[in-house]
């Protein structure tokens, strides 16, 4: 019984990889089609589950976006590594609850090794902790609490115990081209967006330091944000100038790097985040760049102390190891039970290994390159600033042409792309990702555009 399902799970799923190349990369049916085909009634009786998992594959198919495949030029969207997904189905078939060392020693170690091999691989300072979260965002949320205790620590305030009503002011430096989700996590933390100290950005989204500089000289608790990527453009904040800064006023300097941080992997784009290694935290994704299956992202911070302190926690019936023994995962993340996410990041870096990593990385920025190339013999295309790393911004004249054009190839199923504002006007963003995506996607993709220029 078991064995059929899996089985049979599989066969779609394999199905599924292997018509990506073919199948439109947007979805093929609308809202109301997909309710009609999900929906119906909660049945009153069961369903067995090979019935179950095919007629949810079948359902489910007109709506799945083709995200995994190598024409999704979406967001900033990674795939799946074959080992990293593979990984990820024996994560969900052994069900470990990866909260204790005393619920998987295996999932304990496994995240243990593969932080270290994250850690080498970025070249954070040897000693750092870390935290497999579900994303990004929560990496925010997992260092931002770290430097909320910690800058309050040395101001003789325990956030922990006493909260924020009554405690020292803390500035929050944050630049105007930060991502969303540095607002939510400091609005999580007690840090209302009305206390953000916004200091402006370049065109191409990087930190105005001098104004940086400016926001910290009345010294006092600080918590520093900075970025490496800029969502639409790809950009990088001068990271070490802004360590300069924040070292100077004792400010907490964390670096928002959720696709950005991994050209430290590449021996070729490190110097991009030439200075990083001087944070205090870094937050950063494995379902971006690093394709492992969703959801997978990693908090760093250079002081375990401060990082344990503020999200570990404990109770009578848990058994826990306390700081000396193995690793309990609930000591360094928001999460309490949890998915044991290291195995699919484990499987990823001992599939690529260094050198896969750095390729991996390069490759897709080469793709980038090739593209805006291709883009600026497609009549009436304007490239927006230059290709950074991974991403291409570009328009074809008024909005109403770029947003037709974007349309055009989003409809002909050839690429998924989306839309953004830059400079106050519309423009497309193109972030490339992925491990499958190849010289042929990006001239398909190019072609699709030059037929949507010549129909609209
Ligand atoms: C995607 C992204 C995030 C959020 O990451 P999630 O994994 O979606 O939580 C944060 N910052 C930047 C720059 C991003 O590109």
């Known amino acids: 019984m078991d064995d059929d399902v899996l089985a049979r799970a599989a066969r779609i799923a394999a199905d599924w990889l292997e018509s990506l190349d073919v199948r439109p990369v947007g979805e093929t049916a609308g809202l109301e089609e997909l309710r009609e085909r999900l929906g119906g009634p909660l049945p009153d009786g069961p369903v067995d589950p090979l019935t179950v998992v ?164 009345t010294g006092g608790p600080a918590i520093v944000c900075a970025q490496a990527g800029e969502v639409n453009t790809g950009a990088f904040d001068d990271l070490s100038a802004i360590a300069d800064a924040t070292s100077a006023a004792g400010a907490w300097l964390h670096v928002d790097g959720a696709f950005g941080l991994w050209v430290l992997a590449s021996p070729r784009l490190r110097h991009l985040a030439a200075g990083a290694e001087r944070a205090d935290s870094w937050a950063t994704d494995a379902h971006k760049w690093l394709n492992v299956p969703y959801d997978s992202g990693i908090a760093f911070c250079a002081h375990p102390e401060p990082h344990r302190a503020a999200v570990s926690t404990t109770a009578d019936y848990l058994v826990q190891s306390g700081p000396d023994g193995p690793r309990d995962q609930i000591d360094w993340t928001p999460g309490f039970s949890r998915r044991a996410r290291a195995f699919p990041v484990y499987a990823a870096l001992r599939s690529l290994g260094r050198r896969g990593v750095a390729d991996l990385v390069e490759r897709c920025c080469g793709h980038a390159r090739t593209f805006a190339a291709g883009l ?29 054009v974007l349309r055009h190839v989003v409809d002909s199923g050839e690429a998924w792309l989306s839309g953004t504002m830059a400079g106050g006007r519309r423009a497309i963003r193109l972030s490339v990702c992925n491990w499958r995506t190849s010289a042929d996607d990006i001239e398909r993709t190019l072609t699709a555009f030059r037929r949507a220029v010549a129909a609209t």
């Open 54 to 217: 095919e007629e949810l594959a079948a359902a489910a198919d007109p709506g799945l976006i083709g995200s995994p495949g190598g024409r999704y030029f979406g967001f900033v969207i990674g795939g799946g590594l074959p080992a990293a997904v593979a990984a990820d189905w024996l994560t969900t078939v052994w069900d470990q609850n990866a909260g204790l060392y005393a619920c998987s020693p295996a999932a304990s170690v496994a995240e243990e090794v593969a932080g270290e091999w994250l850690r080498e691989l970025f070249r954070l300072p040897a000693g750092s902790s870390y935290a497999f979260v579900p994303g990004c965002q929560s990496a925010h949320l997992t260092c931002l609490a770290a430097a909320r205790h910690h800058v309050l620590r040395r101001a003789g305030w325990n956030v922990e115990e006493r909260g924020l009503a009554g405690a020292p002011a803390v500035r929050i430096v944050v630049s105007a081209r930060r991502h969303t989700t540095i607002d939510r996590a400091l609005r999580l933390l007690g840090f209302g967006t009305a206390s953000l100290t916004v200091v402006p950005a370049d065109a191409a989204g990087r930190m105005d330091v001098a104004a940086l500089r400016n926001a910290l000289h």
């Open 376 to 404: 600026a013999d497609v009549p009436g295309c304007e490239v927006l600033g230059k290709v950074v790393i991974n991403q291409v911004l570009f328009r074809f004249g008024d909005d109403d042409t770029t947003d037709r």
